[in-house]
């Protein structure tokens, strides 16, 4: 990946609410695990080098913003409107907690699907996310919520969080 430090934080949105710094570091360790992934990797005779970060493209059914905020530090894809979230892409057969955890890598015409591990994101976490209005305690039961999310997807090795699935 190219790293181009001049357009470091240039057109970039702030990262979302409160700094919730140990999703969006996770969401960083599953960014760069991702980019290993996509078929016209280093592995697959590119020079060895990893790919071009703002030639991929990420079609996704998850909203998070904290995954976007990721996402676009990684690749820059949000600024380059390469980010899309598409609410057909949601893997609804997977129940409510993980169908929209589903990303796809283009790079160079391939790409690549991969969706989270069941068992990784739990259904409380996703229902106080999701939820308006949400009381003081709720927003405080939220944040442990992240903290244990965040530990469990930071101990483990990421091809244990992610599965190919095209």
């Given at each position: 990946?190219?790293?181009?430090?001049?357009?470091?934080?240039?057109?970039?949105?702030?990262?979302?609410?409160?700094?919730?710094?140990?999703?969006?570091?996770?969401?960083?360790?599953?960014?760069?695990?991702?980019?290993?992934?996509?078929?016209?990797?280093?592995?697959?005779?590119?020079?060895?080098?990893?790919?071009?970060?703002?030639?991929?493209?990420?079609?996704?059914?998850?909203?998070?913003?904290?995954?976007?905020?990721?996402?676009?530090?990684?690749?820059?894809?949000?600024?380059?409107?390469?980010?899309?979230?598409?609410?057909?892409?949601?893997?609804?057969?997977?129940?409510?907690?993980?169908?929209?955890?589903?990303?796809?890598?283009?790079?160079?015409?391939?790409?690549?699907?991969?969706?989270?591990?069941?068992?990784?994101?739990?259904?409380?976490?996703?229902?106080?996310?999701?939820?308006?209005?949400?009381?003081?305690?709720?927003?405080?039961?939220?944040?442990?919520?992240?903290?244990?999310?965040?530990?469990?997807?930071?101990?483990?090795?990421?091809e244990e969080i992610y599965d190919i699935v095209?």
């Open positions: 990946m190219s790293v181009d430090r001049s357009s470091c934080g240039h057109k970039t949105k702030r990262p979302h609410g409160r700094m919730q710094i140990a999703l969006p570091i996770t969401g960083v360790l599953g960014s760069f695990f991702n980019l290993a992934k996509i078929p016209a990797s280093s592995r697959q005779g590119h020079d060895g080098r990893p790919p071009e970060r703002r030639e991929i493209e990420i079609h996704t059914a998850f909203r998070g913003l904290g995954g976007r905020d990721a996402f676009e530090l990684v690749t820059r894809a949000t600024s380059g409107n390469r980010y899309h979230v598409d609410s057909g892409l949601e893997r609804t057969e997977r129940g409510s907690v993980l169908a929209r955890y589903y990303f796809v890598f283009s790079y160079r015409g391939r790409s690549v699907a991969l969706q989270i591990r069941e068992g990784l994101v739990r259904e409380e976490f996703v229902t106080l996310e999701h939820k308006a209005n949400r009381t003081k305690d709720e927003d405080e039961r939220l944040e442990v919520l992240k903290a244990e999310m965040s530990a469990r997807l930071v101990d483990a090795p990421c095209g």
